[in-house]
């Protein structure tokens, strides 16, 4: 065999399996067809985030003059663009170096199966195991008219050629609101079309009430429970709204209704599949002993980091340990403005898990952080069950929520119960003090809320 | 809103202990049930069961 | 008697404990002599903050440039002053809204005791308990020269009446150093002289490079090791920098040396108190047993979030139960930028509790969300003793420090082995991936560190 394994695909699940593995000693080559990094280095998590970062300054010069700071500015789109390249170049760049760190070869092209311990690239390459982390793409509907002109993906959307006078963005999950962010800091008109009856259907609606608020104060149009019947030249989308049909001209439309697994040159090997991936089991096992898979082509939580969560499980199942993946405490975020970020169970499905439960809650608006920032519009939530006020779930929206929201996660995965949040001394002033508000809330013995 | 805040113990299912608690006891396959704890509503420190161990060590198990 | 407990100052520690008291059942007073929120909210943490988010627009609008959007801007200080002072009138009107939901009299004036049950205001009111939260105010350090015109301290900055083209800033404490960043983000040219010769010593010297690198890059003039002898009218500060003389002539030198308790209308009540203020045990008694002191006053941690720590701590040892203060878990933060949070034990520290000590960094230069800001400058050091690999001092400069420090505060207080952190999935991308990539490099098994 040339190698112990064989990762296919460069993306995080991909690479970080591939550096774990050649930390527990094995030899290990990574192919990869594109770009280092995957989607979320080239087409997704990364880029976006630089421009939501570009939205956040954009924003801070509009919100900037109620500081004293009379500010105008213009957009180049072009300079914008770069330096999103840059970044990517250079994160790209930084997982090349992390390969030859490691003593892992890449091998450029792409993967075709041959056998269970065989893969045709340039030339033939064998392994005692093998896995998969080819990742996603852009699901394009069948709608009709989606090949239109002027109809993108996020893909196309990221290289930023110009910025739209007016957008419909179809579909209100996290990719299609993140862009709907950046548009509108952008100067565009932005509309939302989403299929669903709910906004953010995960999580609970106090939430999701501030981030309503929020889209309609930026006078961002959303439309709920409305289905896309399809796009004319125009582009012109004809959509139908609680059974009436309407439309809206535009210049651009953003599909971004999901992603589907890229399952190619995995043919041959004739794995079990199911409607979204491949089937894997709680130790990335697929129904091949010897090959396992990883992140978005399973079809499972589509984020990064639980792509590269698997890569490392994946890697120590196959360096001969036991490991089982546990998606029980992983963080979601939406990079809007405000953020959102979620972790663990909302209030419904605790109650559902434990009968009764207790809700702590504390507002931005009575945060001295917040005010200090001019940021009043958010709200961070503890979900408790009542036995032991044992935190189960916690929900933020507002500034810097992902970062925030990973005190939750800590306190969920170790079992806290509120007590032990509410005792541990947060900085003044800080948003994390919203957390320590929010446990002493669960408890019935708030400070700073009325 | 009425606290509920338990003030002394709260007794979960399985012994209430620190991380680095649990990692000493199971290095020394003890069982934390025989420790009490001494942090903040009763959770098992790593004091505590440092103290439970030496405690043992002093005093071998003569009533085995 | 008039009340169970009157509280004596109305800050953070003083109008904590009322609250607790008020939860606890007992029927309290507090008495201000100026206005409730103390020094914290009127002229220290929230003031600061205010501008220092100001000052994190303004550098943010000079580094869009890169991120394409080209700016201009002026800055209206009598604007900024009035953002600030609506921002202290709101948080103020808060506290004396949570006064009067939890049914606690406010006393407007100065309070001075008669004796250990009864104080004199406009009248003389009696209680069974007090806690003396009085809270500090600016050491004035006798240099010759001090009471010159153009010498100020920190009260009198905050009224922003002008921004000086030339400053001079005796002290690099928090804040001296919140002060210098605020002023560069204005314009101003700023030096900084401190006696010390090291600068911030209570933290590693990593994280202090990257401080002192920043400084440099913002041409603020820092100079350690050196003595003010006399500022001259003008006002030309003359100082010993090893030795020799130099002096420098400025528009205004703010005197940010410290600040002492303030023992004031205490007098006749004799109780024992040592250089930095009114002695007190671990269950913040003071020398007469039904008298607590909280805070400032007690000279201990001159924190915010310390004073109210304090306060609930003295509220439920006045209600009957045992507890004791415990400060090896305070994060302290530097609101600069880059911002800077610390927590638990140095290096140095827990090589001399623990022997063997592991460390794990992570720079924010390997940090694709720090990347996506272009705040590639920082670092996040976890300090862990070697036996269990315990979490026993965490330590981050850069953006988000003083939000993402609270990881560190629940892992340490909490007892967390780095494992616990590095086995919980972190959001990508997040400023927090850095703390769980510390903690991998604690481990020995860092993923993004080559
Ligand atoms: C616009 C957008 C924004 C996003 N934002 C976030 C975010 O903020 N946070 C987050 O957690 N997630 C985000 N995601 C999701 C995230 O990008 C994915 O979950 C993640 O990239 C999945 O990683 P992966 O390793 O499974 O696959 P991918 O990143 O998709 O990588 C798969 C790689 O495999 C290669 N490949 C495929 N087939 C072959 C073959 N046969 N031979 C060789 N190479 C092959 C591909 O070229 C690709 O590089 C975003 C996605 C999008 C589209
Ligand atoms: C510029 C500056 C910035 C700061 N930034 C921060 C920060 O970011 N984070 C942080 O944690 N800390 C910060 N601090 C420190 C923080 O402000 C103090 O630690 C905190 O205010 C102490 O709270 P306290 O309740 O002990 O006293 P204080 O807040 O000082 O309150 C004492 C109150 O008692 C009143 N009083 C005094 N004597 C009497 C009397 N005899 N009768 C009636 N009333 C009386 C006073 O009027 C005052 O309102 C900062 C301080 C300054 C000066």
Redesign the interface.
Known sequence: MDYDVIVVGGG?GGY?AA??LA?LGKKVAIVEEDSLGGT??NRG??PT??Y???SE??N??K??D??????????????????KER?VK??VG?VG??MK?HNIDVINGKASFIDKNTIQVDKRYTANNFIIATGSKTFIPPIPGVENSGVITSDKALELENVPEKIVIIGAGIIGLEFANIYNALGSRVTVIEMLPELLPMIDRDIVEIMLKSLRSKRIDLHLNSKVERIEAGPKVVYAENGNTNSIECDTVLVAVGRVANINGVERLNLETDRKGIRVDSHMRTSLDNIYAVGDVTGGIQ????A??QG?VAAHNIAGEEREADYS?????LYTEPEV?WVGLNEGQAREKYGEV?IGTFPYS?L??A????ENDGLVKIIAE?K???VVGMEIIGR?A??????G???I?????A???????????????G?KEAAE????????K? | KESVREERHVQTDKPRATPVARKIAKENKLDLKEVVGSGPKGRIQRADVEKYLKEIEVKPAITA
């Open positions: 995080p970080t550096i774990r930390e979320c280095l998590c990364i985030k630089v939501a970062h570009a300054l954009i801070g010069i919100a900037a109620d500081f004293g700071i009379v500010a105008q500015y213009t957009v180049d789109t072009d300079k914008m663009r770069k330096k970044v250079r994160l930084g170096y992390l760190a984020l990064a980091h639980v590269a969560y490392i405490v992983v963080p979601s975020c970020a207790r009575a001295g952080r005010m200090t920032m001019g009542a032991y006020n044992q810097d992902t970062e925030i929201i990973h005190e996660a800590l306190a995965k170790e079992e806290f119960t007590e032990e949040i509410a005792d541990t001394i947060h900085a003044h002033p800080t948003l994390s003090e957390i809330d669960v408890l019935g013995m708030p400070i700073n009325g």
